[in-house]
C-alpha cells in the first residue's frame, strides 16, 4: 500500500482489472509522472492458471490507450531481464529497449 498506492503517482482511473465472471485474474496499473513527460508502467500481472490467453498482452493495449487518452507523451515500464513472456509483450507493443 505505501509503495503503489499511497504514493502521489497513484492513479485509480489508471489501473485495469481483467475478470472471469466475478473472480479477479489480473491487473495492470499506470502511474502519474507527467511532469516528468511519461506514465509508468508499474506493473502488469495474471494469475497463473490464466496465463498465455492474452490478457496481459490485452491490459497493456487497453493501459497504452488510456495514456495517450489522458494525454501522456511517452509511457515507460521495466521488467526482470529473464521474465521473457513481458519482454516480448512490450516488444510487441513498441517499447524500446533502454540500458
Known sequence: MAQRIEVPSFMP????IA??????????ALSD??????MFGEMTGVRAEYR???IALA???LALRFARAAGA???????HRE???AIRANLKLGFAPRA
Do not use: Q, S
Request: glycine residues 14%; proline residues 6%; hydrophobic residues 40%.
Open 59 to 61: 491490459m497493456k493495449v
Open 73 to 79: 507523451p511517452a509511457v515507460r515500464t521495466f521488467h
Open 19 to 28: 475478470l472471469d465472471g466475478d473472480e479477479w485474474v489480473g491487473m495492470c
Open 33 to 38: 509522472h507527467l511532469a516528468e513527460g511519461y
Open 13 to 16: 482511473d489508471g489501473v485495469i
Open 83 to 85: 521474465n521473457l513472456p
Open 52 to 54: 498465455k490467453r492474452g
